[in-house]
């Protein structure tokens, strides 16, 4: 589809270079490239042989050899994967491959990259040769700058799709893949493929399709563990765990137990396990790059290496692998149609995002909470925290939601100044808050009889061991849901998708029980959160919050420091005349509260000093779930453990 667009704009050239007028302007035809394939559904000839030895931790080079069987003599393409799957975006790593060769039967064999989609490299197979030989490096970063790290001294993260090419012009289902690694010596791994063989500390694993290769990573490390998280279950769900320090590896009985729940009650909402073994790949790590990126029977997670060992103090993580583990079910079993694509070469949609993301988003929070992950408390706090970051999006105004699910491809996670205006990926948490709103909904108008849990079961629990992709569409969610509850689904879901506001959606909590309120002191959850973070927080006051040396690191817009011309990375110098510190900020509002006393800030913006002066007396702010007297506490029952 691209190249066609590309192709009728390079025919309206022509045409303009033919017309008299620009005669003398001398626009040339632009060389048209060789030809990328159409995507055809059928099998690719032969087993491809992917080897990768990733033994060079002192540069952190993996070293790729593949070998690819040829169909034909002549032109062939191969793709580099450009959209990656659960990235929703176009951003592979190309520029992390480097030192490309192809060669058959020993002749080197040049190579061209395609001018118009530069993941495409076009070579001409020599007449006689069966198979071909590209051999490459994939570069980890080396600094965070550079992209994300993927190998250290003591760990290592393959994600396949970084370090192959693949014969352009077919469904990667129809390309057989056969990958084998060297591993540092001693070092252990973890991953979704099953092993084949293995020498040393080479390892060959099973052949699989290409699909499934990519959806099977692999974490491996000088410091490993595994844990058995379904002792005697239907099927293996185990816990492989790399760090950057084996102390660190430490979980207590309790926690092992509380990741045991996670299982428990995944399979009581949803019924089935959409997979035949489950692996949790978890990194303690704070050198190699975070990550938390799902699949269908593996999930790649990031942690703090506190995350055993300081458990009370680093909630971050907490809830990231009830999320990532939803996803086997929420984006991979069940698919958006338009993210069920041939090949990673071509574009993606992301228009059911609220559903992939948005709904994870709310089983990921519910089921840590009916694991034990978060105690109630924690869970009513961190939902506090949602409800009015997203109720102060002010720029809701300009964009919808919808709009949000775009980001992956056209802001990819870049940093921004004005989250609150621009918005970002909204899609995750704001769609959490309507399926809390379509929860509470169905709670109430059945008496309690059903739930967003009976459209878990009937959406995602289909059948027992089944791991083939089964896409859907938006009348497929509506379906679903009138058949849980009969209602106007169509119209619930679009106006809050598509709506202005103002503020967000938020019925879920009355009808849970609850209403958002704001005080002066923090919740415990939030307190310790940004305690891990590093985040002072005044953006319901002030509107800023600041990081370290007190550097504003979030302005809210049209907020009052907003009103004050600040922006991101200015930085607070003095406050109300004294050395600028989170301490002396809060002091400064609290005193001011209720007063007509104007609290004065000495502001640098790069070489430029500013005074400026908040007419500001309401206090210190910050968001907390009250209970409604008498109303029926939906919330409550929402986040208690199912018992079958
Ligand atoms: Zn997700």
New binding site residues.
Partial sequence: MKRLAVSACFAALLLASASPTFAQTALQTPPTPQPIPAVVDRAWSGVVRLDVDATDLNRRIYRVRETIPVEAAGPMTLFFPEWLPGNHGPVGPVTQLAGLTFSAGGQRIEWVRDALSPYAFHIVVPAGATELVAEFQHLSPTTGAQGRITMTAEMLNIQWEKMLLYPAGRFHRNITIQAGVTLPEGWEYGTALRPDSSTGATTTFQPVPLDVLVDSPMFAGDHYRQIDLDPGGRSPVLLNIVADAGENIAPTDEQIGILRTLVVQADRLFGTRQYDHYDFLVAMTERMGGIGL?HHRSSENSVDPGFFTDWDSKLGDRDLLA?EYT?SWDGKYRRPAGQDVANFNLPMQNELLWVY?GQ?QFWGKVLAARSGLHSRQQALDALAMDAATYDNTVGREWRAMQDTVNDPIISQRRPIGWRSWQRSEDYYVEGQLIWLDADTLIREQTNGRKSLDDFARAFFGVQEGNYDANPYTFATVVETLSGVMEHDWATFLRSRLDGHGPGAPLDGLTRGGYRLVYTDTMSDYQKTLWAEYGRNDFIYSLGFMTGADNTLSSVQWNGPAFEQGLAIGMQIIAVNGEAASAATLRAAVTAAKGTDQKIDLIVRDGTRYRTVAFDYHDGLKYPHLERIEGAPDRLGDLFTARRR
Avoid: A
């Fill in positions: 799902e999320h996803h993301e994870t």
